[in-house]
């Protein structure tokens, strides 16, 4: 079945203390991306990648990081998180990139204490 | 960053009546997309539009890229229970890849 898969799907942690969701999808989708969804802000992209090795910025990318080593896995890694980072995160994927379809995963619902 | 004003913000109808959604920006759009969210889950493509003045169908739901490239609408017509959730409208905008997302509509149909 073609999916994107997120881990965990909930997490509670303290500040300061790093930690890493990971994002899986096999579609061989070249484009993948990752949003962080807010009450009242919809969703608000914090890194994309357009392929392997190739990752930029989106719209709210402070305090965060990724890495595109294999063409499947796209995690998101918060080096030192802060309760502001409490949110609902999801990835995502497309073929070729952020206008064509994207499949999102089930979200991780991450809080920061 | 470039932000999309999507309204309404939520919408409380009778099942049966259409329902109407727009985005609007200051900035112009390649890509105007519409996703719908279920609770629990990931945002879902509904319409994907690609050029200005564009109007496309997808069963009971319509979507029009706007001609000015900012601006998009989506209707519903004759609402049914199961479409409650909530709309995003999305864009890619002109000059890079990334992509913006309205806050989106909460639709509610009443039975």
């Known amino acids: 079945e073609a999916q994107v898969t997120q881990n965990p799907r909930y997490l509670i942690t303290v500040t300061g203390k790093k930690l890493t969701v990971t994002c899986s999808q096999n579609m061989n989708h070249e484009y993948m991306s990752w949003y962080r969804q807010d009450p009242g802000l919809g969703l608000r992209q914090i890194y994309y990648?357009?392929?392997?090795?190739?990752?930029d910025k989106g719209d709210v990318p402070e305090g965060y990081k990724v890495s595109r080593k294999e063409k499947r896995n796209f995690p998101l890694i918060l080096e030192s998180p802060s309760p502001n980072q409490t949110s609902l995160y999801f990835c995502?994927?497309?073929?070729?990139?952020?206008?064509?379809?994207?499949?999102f995963g089930p979200g991780t619902r991450l809080t920061v204490t | 960053g470039q932000q999309l004003n999507q309204s309404p913000q939520s919408m409380f109808i009778q099942e049966g009546e259409d329902v109407s959604m727009n985005c609007t920006s200051s900035s112009i759009f390649n890509t105007w997309l519409w996703y719908k969210q279920d609770p629990g889950e990931g945002p879902v493509l509904l319409i994907a539009l690609y050029k200005a003045g564009e109007l496309t169908s997808n069963g009971r739901l319509t979507a029009q890229f706007g001609i000015t490239r900012k601006d998009s609408f989506l209707n519903i017509s004759a609402s049914i229970p199961s479409d409650v959730g909530i709309y995003f409208c999305a864009g890619q905008l002109s000059n890079n890849n990334d992509m913006r997302f309205g806050a989106g509509t909460r639709l509610t149909v009443k039975p």
């Open positions: 995502a994927s497309s073929l070729f990139g952020g206008a064509y379809e994207q499949y």
């Open positions: 990648s357009m392929n392997v090795e190739v990752t």
